[in-house]
């Protein structure tokens, strides 16, 4: 079984970057638990270094035995936008290629602008620079979340939905890079009630599921005058004007 390192970074009496009312640490650890939860949806083993509000020092504690390590941090220092770390010595190729599909796939959801990767060797040139992507057990990428000291990223960072839209790319991204085709999580539909939608004066089938009002999508979108496309690699719909 593939076993995937998460690594939420900071944590405890180390609260990283803290801007804007926000502390790293609290963000990293957030994002790193939905990521966990989609990954051993997907049967998929995972080790988190912290799954509390603690201080883990740089040690063999973050860098467990693992086939891929990935590391949550936000940034901060003036800039803006997403841009995920990679290694130019622990199997760069590889590295490369996770990080890529991690890159692209937050900003599929999550409108960061796009820092591309980065990579930097140590003073020696002979190791990466960054302790998580030179010591990982596994093949290691660091992400960096944002700029907690940007206005446009910490607005983004303060909305709970977009922590769980930057996780779901995290995990997507390793899916990509595994060749996993999600497996859909199943819904329990017990207590469905049949209703009425109207939209423009048309009478849409609906359905009451745990209090809330759903209707069919393709009936909906086409009568709005819309397109409906299903991806089957996504496994899910794309509306489209």
């Excluded at 290629?97 to 692209?104: E, M, R, S, T």
């Excluded at 048309?202 to 393709?218: A, H, N, S």
């Amino acid at each position: 079984m593939t076993t995937i390192a998460i690594d939420p970074g900071h944590g405890g009496k180390d609260p990283g970057a803290v801007a804007n009312g926000l502390q790293e640490k609290n963000i990293t650890l957030t994002i790193a638990q939905k990521v966990a939860e989609l990954l051993r949806a997907q049967k998929l083993n995972v080790i988190m270094t912290r799954t509390t509000d603690t201080f883990v020092d740089l040690s063999s504690a973050r860098t467990p035995k693992c086939d891929i390590s990935v590391s949550i941090h936000v940034n901060a220092g003036g800039g803006q936008g997403l841009e995920t770390w990679v290694s130019l010595y622990n199997r760069p190729a590889e590295s490369k290629k996770l990080g890529q599909a991690i890159q692209d796939n937050i900003l599929k959801l999550v409108s960061f602008k796009d820092r591309g990767l980065k990579t930097k060797a140590n003073s020696a040139n002979n190791a990466d620079y960054l302790y998580m992507l030179r010591n990982a057990k596994g093949l290691p990428v660091l992400v960096e979340c944002g700029f907690i000291d940007n206005a446009s990223d910490a607005n983004i960072l303060k909305t709970p939905s977009n922590l769980t839209k930057i996780a779901e790319g995290i995990a997507n991204g390793i899916f990509e890079y595994l060749g996993i085709k999600k497996q859909p999580q199943k819904v329990n539909l017990e207590g469905v009630l049949e209703t009425k939608v109207y939209f423009e004066g048309k009478e849409l089938g609906g359905y009451i599921i745990g209090g809330k009002t759903y209707v069919e999508l393709r009936n909906f979108a086409e009568t709005a005058g819309m397109k409906v496309i299903w991806d089957e690699q996504k496994f899910g719909a794309e509306v489209k004007r």
